[in-house]
């Protein structure tokens, strides 16, 4: 268990200010990544307690990024967006954000809204599958290097 949550904040460069308002916040680590691979790359990795995700990010679609999260992991989701659009927010919410902020919401409940979000899930484990699999990449977390030994992961099916 971390000493405090880690939060992935997965935003274009340059963050809003609310946005660094979160990375600075001495409750919470945080990682900001700026790509929707990079993001990905950094959830299996580091394993976060939440995700931050702007609709603004580039690279891999921010709402491809949402769908294999939500394929993998009951991880809470807060989507962003500098603009608050009805449609964005109800399709952000159908695909299995938990909540969409905007600079129109109070920026003093962004915090609560976080807390309350973790406080929910801080005693249960995600619920992660054990082998993802989406066509280009399969992660399998019963794989785990022996300490010292190199990681290496063997595409399906050559193997290693």
Do not use: N
Request: proline content about 11%; glycine content about 6%; some cysteine.
């Amino acid at each position: 268990m971390r000493p405090r949550p880690l939060i992935l904040i997965a935003a274009p460069d340059g963050l809003h200010p609310a946005l660094a308002r979160v990375s600075a916040d001495p409750q919470y680590e945080t990682l900001v990544v700026h790509t929707g691979e990079s993001a990905l790359r950094a959830l299996y990795r580091y394993r976060p307690d939440g995700l931050i995700l702007s609709l603004r990010l580039p690279g891999l679609d921010p709402w491809e990024v949402l769908s294999r999260v939500r394929d993998m992991s009951d991880l809470p989701i807060a989507v962003v967006d500098l603009t608050y659009r009805v449609a964005d927010a109800a399709r952000a919410l159908e695909a299995g954000a938990d909540d969409y902020l905007t600079p129109g919401l109070s920026e003093q409940l962004h915090g609560p809204m976080l807390r309350a979000r973790l406080r929910r899930t801080a005693d249960t484990p995600p619920d992660t599958a054990s082998v993802v699999e989406d066509g280009l990449l399969t992660l399998d977390r019963r794989m785990s290097p022996t300490p010292g030994s190199p990681r290496r992961h063997c595409p399906a099916p050559a193997g290693c």
